[in-house]
């Protein structure tokens, strides 16, 4: 993957270019100074640019734990395998880049024919657009008058930006904080149906006509289509699961139905919107007959998947839920590891890492004992029955048998991790290796903006 590196432009899409992405902008992040705020980084780089650290061709070994690595050929390989998928059922993909925030991966996303980045709040919004993002998704309700206001400023044809709405209060309260600064934009929206102990989105489909029928009468809103996150009413994919997003989905194609016999819509073009990283093939299934050739199909209704996680995946919950993993077909590779020192060996058959929460994610399970060798880059042996009990801030506790493995101070562990979005956040630069089990040549490094 060339994940081609960049720099900001300026503000509320300056130097934005006619494609998905400001190519520009990205590719000065190739003159940014490596310093003290670059954990990933060693010493020895200070003050050199990330442009110049890499034509010297460094490898693993140059680099120091804790260590969050990427691997080209995982990242390339999961990209592409999800783009020709969606090719192949005509759905389109507007990942979520609050996975990742890194314009260089949602680059490599767009260029492989994403429709736009999909993100989670207003300073996400500002990051995107400022890295020239042309269509953009707001996966969540606008109520901050500011963000309110930035976007009624900084939507247009051209530059799209769709919000959510789930309550007739929110459509008041955009409704009023435009008129309070005397803006005559409207905003393009989608009702968002939500299901009872999950996160956002109106309870049931009557709540969420009555959220629809208030947009149809707000003169500063349009209903543009309606979306949900199923992967907030499961988290396995055993049967209960399975049926509870499908059933879910289900309900979400009724209200799109009711909502075109309301003649609710102020579009031709709607769009449907569900899926994350566990489940996009559900959705899909279920909604797929609302598009297309199906004999319910309405000209210009569209089904878009919004998967994040994808592109990186892990060794933990989405090498585990993931379709294509369940599918018995050619699963993800995960595209992330992390590497820690063995900092101290105080009692047998306990060795303490040198990274923590604030290096690795430990949200959706603890990270996975791969590998051990002597030296960071140097060769490596399995390192079968240890376990991560515990990890504090700044350590992982790590057991193993001590009858049958030597673990000693210095030691490198190569982990596995789980969940990416709490992986990425943790580290402003991401090293890329050409190849994590061979050729472990630092090749590219990713800029994150959290």
Not at 358 to 375: N, T, Y
Not at 421 to 430: G, P, R, S, V, Y
Request: aromatic share 6%.
């Amino acid at each position: 993957m060339n994940t081609s590196t960049s720099g900001a432009g300026t503000e509320a899409g300056a130097g934005i270019e006619s494609g998905a992405i400001a190519t520009d902008a990205v590719a000065r992040l190739a003159d940014v100074r490596l310093d003290w705020r670059h954990k990933a980084v060693p010493a020895t780089a200070n003050g050199i640019s990330h442009r110049e650290f890499l034509a010297a061709r460094p490898a693993l070994a140059d680099l120091q734990t804790p260590l969050l690595t990427l691997d080209v050929g995982a990242l390339r390989g999961n990209a592409d395998r999800l783009a020709s998928w969606c090719a192949e059922h005509g759905v389109l993909l507007a990942p979520h880049g609050k996975t990742t925030m890194a314009p260089q991966l949602w680059s490599e996303q767009l260029k492989r024919g994403a429709w736009g980045i999909t993100v989670a709040n207003f300073a996400q919004l500002r990051v995107a657009r400022e890295f020239g993002v042309r269509r953009l998704q707001l996966a969540n309700s606008l109520t901050d008058p500011h963000a309110i206001e930035w976007v009624a400023a900084t939507t247009s044809p051209d530059q799209p930006i769709l919000s959510w709405v789930d309550s007739s209060v929110t459509v008041d309260v955009i409704g009023r904080t435009l008129e309070a600064a005397g803006s005559h934009a409207v905003l393009d929206v989608l009702v968002e149906l939500g299901g009872i102990g999950g996160r956002t989105g109106a309870r049931g489909v009557e709540a969420a006509l009555d959220v629809a029928r208030s947009v149809a009468a707000s003169s500063h809103l349009r209903l543009v289509g309606v979306s949900g996150y199923e992967g907030s009413l499961a988290h396995t994919a055993d049967a209960d699961s399975l049926a509870a997003v499908r059933g879910y989905l289900g309900r979400m194609r009724e209200l799109h139905e009711r909502l075109l016999s309301e003649s609710l819509y102020g579009s031709d073009a709607v769009i449907l919107t569900a899926g994350g990283s566990a489940y996009f093939d559900d959705v899909v299934d279920v909604l797929s007959p609302c598009v297309g050739a199906g004999s319910e199909a309405v000209p210009g209704v569209e089904l878009m998947i919004r998967s994040g996680a994808y592109i990186i995946h892990d060794d933990g919950f989405y090498r585990g839920i993931s379709p294509f993993s369940r599918d018995g077909g050619q699963p993800f590779k995960a595209g992330m590891h992390g590497w820690a020192r063995v900092v101290s060996q105080p009692e047998p058959g306990l060795a303490i890492l040198d990274a923590g929460k604030r290096d690795v994610p430990v949200d959706e399970g603890l990270p996975r004992p791969q590998l051990i060798g002597p030296a960071l880059g140097g060769p490596m042996r399995p390192l079968d029955g240890a376990e991560i009990t515990a990890v504090n801030d700044q350590h992982c506790f790590m057991t193993f048998d001590a009858g049958t493995t030597t673990v000693r101070p210095g030691d490198v562990v190569r982990l596995g991790l789980s969940h990416p979005c709490t992986a990425f956040d943790k580290w402003t630069l991401i090293p890329v290796l050409a190849d994590t089990d061979g050729d472990q040549t630092v090749v590219d490094l990713i800029h994150t903006f959290f």
